[in-house]
């Protein structure tokens, strides 16, 4: 009850599952991803089974139409289940038991798989597919989500809307997991999981970007840092921490001027992160006299 794509980026080779439905928390129960390996997509009656176990077998050199086989093989209830696997090199496997909900159904595109049941129409999954091929170009988490919003412009599930969720994983393993999770984010219950979703996907970007720069900053790179954040407008109301982290990067670069301008800002819509910001230099991240002089003008 459930439409989802998963697709695998042949630019970058990495590999994502979004997903949405009108049932409580979907990303809990229909994602599942593995750097380097695959992602899966499991749902109608879903069995975490091809998830958990598909990951494994897919590590462990299956393409995708083989584990799906092999999985499937095992399953007392096929007939119940939508499922859809592309391994770590592109290829895909799908298929749309005859107990799915109407509308039910699926469809494949270059490295791609859309894949819904209980839906309002037919060719849901045809439109999945289509946008997300038409943004070629753009951010892969990008893709994904206008993926989820074709669906919605094509009816959707016709019970309604409640959750959403987007995982996203390197084309390698590195040995750091932490690393290899690019994006996971869910929306476990709103009335309008895909128009909340896409928006923590814009800004996931964005803080990440603004993080990485001010890393570099107190690394001692500070020109670095500020071409980091070429292009970023950052509104000091609505995204206070991005602002005090930009403030420390144009205030570790020289342009101390510019910071305290968003400081001065800071102190007047953001007080509680002000306070924090003063931690900065208890702790020896930030020079105490340069925080100073961002949020006081010293």
Same mark, same amino acid.
Not at 21 to 47: C, D, K, R, Y
Not at 112 to 119: D, F
């Given at each position: 009850?459930?439409?989802?794509?998963?697709?695998?980026?042949?630019?970058?080779?990495?590999?994502?599952?979004?997903?949405?439905?009108?049932?409580?928390?979907?990303?809990?129960?229909?994602?599942?991803?593995?750097?380097?390996?695959?992602?899966?997509?499991?749902?109608?009656?879903?069995?975490?089974?091809?998830?958990?176990?598909?990951?494994?077998?897919?590590?462990?050199?299956?393409?995708?139409?083989?584990?799906?086989?092999?999985?499937?093989?095992?399953?007392?209830?096929?007939?119940?289940?939508?499922?859809?696997?592309?391994?770590?090199?592109?290829?895909?496997?799908?298929?749309?038991?005859?107990?799915?909900?109407?509308?039910?159904?699926?469809?494949?595109? #270059?490295?791609?798989?859309?894949?819904?049941?209980?839906?309002?129409?037919?060719?849901?999954? #045809?439109?999945?597919?289509?946008?997300?091929?038409?943004?070629?170009?753009?951010?892969?988490?990008?893709?994904?989500?206008?993926?989820?919003?074709?669906?919605?412009?094509?009816?959707?599930?016709?019970?309604?809307?409640?959750?959403?969720?987007?995982?996203?994983?390197?084309?390698?393993?590195?040995?750091?997991?932490?690393?290899?999770?690019?994006?996971?984010?869910?929306?476990?219950?709103?009335?309008?999981?895909?128009?909340?979703?896409?928006?923590?996907?814009?800004?996931?970007?964005?803080?990440?970007?603004?993080?990485?720069?001010?890393?570099?900053?107190?690394?001692? #790179?500070?020109?670095?840092?500020?071409?980091?954040?070429?292009?970023? #407008?950052?509104?000091?109301?609505?995204?206070?921490?991005?602002?005090?982290?930009?403030?420390?990067?144009?205030?570790?670069?020289?342009?101390?001027?510019?910071?305290?301008?968003?400081?001065?800002?800071?102190?007047?819509?953001?007080?509680?992160?002000?306070?924090?910001?003063?931690?900065?230099?208890?702790?020896?991240?930030?020079?105490?006299?340069?925080?100073?002089?961002?949020?006081?003008?010293?």
């Amino acid at each position: 009850m459930t439409y989802s794509i998963i697709a695998r980026d042949p630019d970058s080779g990495h590999m994502g599952v979004a997903t949405q439905s009108q049932a409580f928390a979907v990303g809990s129960s229909v994602s599942w991803a593995l750097p380097g390996h695959g992602v899966i997509a499991t749902q109608s009656m879903g069995e975490p089974m091809y998830g958990e176990l598909g990951l494994d077998v897919l590590r462990s050199g299956l393409t995708a139409e083989e584990a799906l086989t092999a999985l499937r093989s095992v399953d007392p209830h096929p007939e119940r289940r939508q499922v859809g696997m592309v391994d770590g090199r592109g290829r895909s496997a799908v298929y749309t038991g005859e107990a799915c909900v109407t509308a039910a159904g699926h469809a494949r595109g #270059d490295g791609c798989i859309a894949l819904a049941n209980m839906m309002a129409e037919d060719g849901v999954w #045809d439109a999945m597919i289509a946008a997300y091929e038409d943004a070629a170009g753009s951010w892969f988490p990008s893709r994904l989500v206008a993926a989820l919003e074709a669906a919605e412009e094509h009816g959707g599930d016709v019970r309604g809307r409640r959750s959403a969720a987007i995982e996203v994983v390197r084309a390698e393993a590195s040995g750091r997991p932490w690393h290899d999770r690019l994006v996971d984010l869910r929306v476990d219950d709103d009335p309008e999981p895909v128009e909340r979703l896409a928006g923590m996907v814009a800004y996931s970007a964005r803080y990440h970007q603004v993080v990485e720069a001010f890393e570099l900053a107190l690394d001692g #790179d500070a020109q670095t840092a500020l071409r980091h954040l070429d292009g970023i #407008d950052i509104d000091v109301e609505t995204e206070p921490e991005l602002a005090l982290w930009q403030a420390v990067v144009l205030a570790r670069a020289g342009r101390t001027s510019d910071a305290h301008t968003i400081g001065s800002r800071l102190r007047e819509v953001a007080p509680a992160l002000t306070a924090a910001g003063q931690r900065f230099g208890e702790a020896a991240l930030v020079d105490t006299a340069l925080m100073a002089t961002i949020l006081d003008g010293e």
